[in-house]
T-cell receptor, first 116, second 109 residues
């Protein structure tokens, strides 16, 4: 499995501010993803973080609101900009690893964000 | 559209057996995953099926029928620590993961 760490693990932020979440993987991975999981909901993919190029965003998510960096194959950041209470959620970094006959996806511990 | 259905919540007794079903309609199929997620924690990988049949791994087994768009996760000898949400996810033709909403499993003594 991949060892994935995220910082911060949790934060409480004021409306209108921004928070940058860091994701560090213990080995190089091609595919990194950012998910959101709102209370009582399943996982929603925000974007695929591409190394050396702009992230690929899913429908409903835009770069101005969720800018993503991926400077190398082991690190990525997600920024939640101009936050509102609706952004209160768990944000999860995830990586996909080729296991031969299939790809396996692993998740970081998550960042629990509360916006007041 | 793409859709994955699983029951919202199930209750079972410690020591018993429970089966969590998942049906899917996706554009293409490249494998089905089951994940376990304890409250407040990230999902952890349980199983992967790409061919029809049963995959057994200790107390957990996962079954797949591609022709029926159906899978189940079977948990035997239930323990209190098995109380969690169980997420079904399917990889479509573009290798995108489509997630179900999860089944909350409650284990009672």
């Amino acid at each position: 499995s991949a060892v994935i760490s995220q910082k911060p693990s949790r934060d409480i932020c004021q409306r209108g501010t921004s928070l940058t979440i860091q994701c560090q993987v213990d080995s190089q991975v091609t595919m990194m993803f950012w998910y959101r999981q709102q209370p009582g909901q399943s996982l929603t993919l925000i974007a695929t973080a591409n190394q050396g190029s702009e992230a690929t965003y899913e429908s409903g998510f835009v770069i101005d609101k969720f800018p993503i960096s991926r400077p190398n194959l082991t690190f990525s950041t997600l920024t939640v900009s101009n936050m509102s209470p609706e952004d209160s959620s768990i944000y999860l970094c995830s990586v996909r690893r080729d296991r031969g006959d299939h790809n396996e996806q692993f998740f970081g511990p998550g960042t629990r964000l509360t916006v007041l | 559209g793409q859709n994955i259905d699983q029951p919202t919540e199930m209750t079972a007794t410690e020591g018993a057996i429970v089966q969590i079903n998942c049906t899917y309609q996706t554009s293409g199929f490249n494998g089905l995953f089951w994940y376990q997620q304890h409250a407040g924690e990230a999902p952890t990988f349980l199983s992967y099926n790409v061919l029809d049949g049963l995959e057994e791994k200790g107390r957990f087994s996962s079954f797949l029928s591609r022709s029926k768009g159906y899978s189940y996760l079977l948990l035997k000898e239930l323990q209190m620590k098995d109380s969690a949400s169980y997420l079904c996810a399917v990889t479509d033709s573009n290798y995108q993961l489509i997630w179900g909403a999860g089944t909350k499993l409650i284990i009672k003594p």
